[in-house]
Structures are given as C-alpha cells and as structure tokens.
C-alpha cells in the first residue's frame, strides 16, 4: 500500500507559481510510476503530468512549457511546479502512483490516489 499527501495549493493570481508536493509512505516509490492529474469544478479528472522511474517525463498539451513534474526519491515526494497560471487551472490536483519498475512515463492507470490539494487562480 502507497498512501500519498498532497500538498502546497492556495490562492493565487493569474501570471504567479505554486509549486505542489506529494509525499508518499508505506513504500519507496523509487520503483513506480507517478503522476499529477488535476478536476475542475463540473468536469472529469484530466491527466496533467507523468514522470517514471526514471525520470523521463510526459506532459497534457495544456500545460507544457508551463509545468514541470520532478522526483525526489530519497524524499519520496513527487513535485509539480507550475508557472504562468491562469484561471484554467482552477482545480483540485491528485498526486497519484503506480507500480511499475520500468516502461515510458504513462497517463493511466494508477493504483493509488492522494486526497487532492486546491488550487485556485483569480483573474
């Protein structure tokens, strides 16, 4: 079992950065798979970024150039930096994890789920 924490959100305004962490337990996840995804008010969880064991990288047309996903493993966390941010990213992020000891950076699926972090852009 990977229980995952997320954490780093807030209230900010269009144009500012945030950068979210994910603190995982139970098991080093030097060895998974993780991801960010993100669900905005009335509409479905979309993926926004992937990184594997490895720590190649795969990223939602929607954010690239303006997000990046990194990992530290001796940490166990997982951090999404985000600049540039506008009202569209108004959403709640999940960190998410999955095991998988080799293979490209994916968007589906995970097994494990954090409780989600808030992040609201004013404009």
């Known amino acids: 079992q990977v229980q995952l924490v997320e954490s780093g959100g807030g209230l900010v305004q269009a144009g500012a950065s945030l950068r979210l962490s994910c603190v995982a337990s139970?098991?080093?996840?030097?060895?998974?798979?993780m991801a960010w995804f993100r669900q905005a008010p009335g509409k479905e969880r979309e993926f926004v970024a992937a990184i594997n064991w490895s720590s190649d990288t795969n990223y939602a047309v929607s954010v690239k150039g303006r997000f990046t996903i990194s990992r530290d493993n001796g940490r166990n966390t997982v951090y999404l930096q985000m600049i540039s941010l506008t009202p569209e990213d108004t959403a709640v992020y999940y960190c998410a994890a999955d095991y998988q000891p080799l293979g490209p950076p994916k968007s589906s699926p995970y097994d494990y789920w954090g409780q989600g972090t808030q992040v609201t852009v004013s404009s």
């Open positions: 139970g098991r080093t996840i030097s060895n998974y798979a």
